[in-house]
């Protein structure tokens, strides 16, 4: 009579009966200390009736928790950055945690690789702010069972948890601000292309003026880095257009200012012939010197929501479906829109 040989159950088969990463599974069953009791007593419950044999190497205990946080941040001359992280910083360091900070340049998926020794052997989770639509790095950190938080920015196909503003409603703000102004010719100067805040924001504008019956035509929609040097060049081209916009929307602060600067320059009166709204809020807006209207998003209060719910994403070992916060921005405004001059 033949045998009937039992399928050896892997750490794979736990994981994908609890909807988790092997990752989380290998460190609930090894004590690792990151791992909430509730978490290791749900995987142990599960490896039990699988019939789950631990390979006796893996009995030992592992190493503590490090309580270190990466935080992936872009280029550090983008004022919200440096606020972000401060403030990031401080909310992390109340948790007890330390931060370890990684610059990507979003554009270059191996460099972020290159730090996966580090990222696998030395922190307990990852805050990324620099996601754009296409990242294959975040991928990579979700496959690989590493606890994850995207700020500021999310991607559609990769469901990790994510705290942003709501950058539609916040296209719209923008606009309808203008718009009660007399303004219907825009242009829209956001950042990067591949980047949900690029992406939302711009849906967010164009839906708001086809409800009250301005197309396509009525915008101009151009994209770059957040920089004064793009937002000058940008504002010099849509100004010089024979049929110039009246209305500019910046994708930040740093854009807004290049469009002031394109605008001193081409002796265009702002707010009476340009008018211009910046996004972040930086306090350079807020000098009389600027006087920069500008959508001021709750940094402070997307760090700490960061931060939060990283530290229940360790603790709960990777269970639990993912979250995502839209947290609320205000318009403030100041010098530089008002009501368009009429010829």
Known sequence: ????????VKLADVAA????SVSTVSRALAGHP???SDTRGAVQAVAAELGYRIPSQSRKPKKSATRLIGVVVGALHNHFMTRLLTHLYDALGEFGY???LMIDPMNDAENLLAFRPLIDGYLDG?????ATLDSLVVAEMQRRG??????????DDVKVDTVEIDNVHAGAVAVEHLYQFGHRRFGLLMGPQNTSTSRDRTKGALDWLASVGLGPESVVTLYGDYTTEVGYASTMTLLGAPNPVTAIVAGNDMIALGALEAAKRKGVAVPRQLSIIGFDDMPLAGSPLVGLTSIRPPVEAMARTAA??????????GLGAPSRDALPIQLIRRDSTGDIERA
């Not at 009966?17 to 988790?20: C, D, I």
């Open 17 to 20: 009966r609890m909807g988790v």
């Open 146 to 155: 590493i606890p994850l938080v995207l700020v500021v920015r999310s991607i």
């Open 308 to 317: 939060r719910r990283l530290v229940e994403r360790i603790r709960a070992g």
């Open 34 to 36: 990151a791992i909430s």
């Open 1 to 8: 009579m033949a045998r009937t040989i039992a399928k050896q």
């Open 126 to 130: 990852l805050i990324f702010a620099t």
């Open 98 to 100: 330390q931060v370890t």
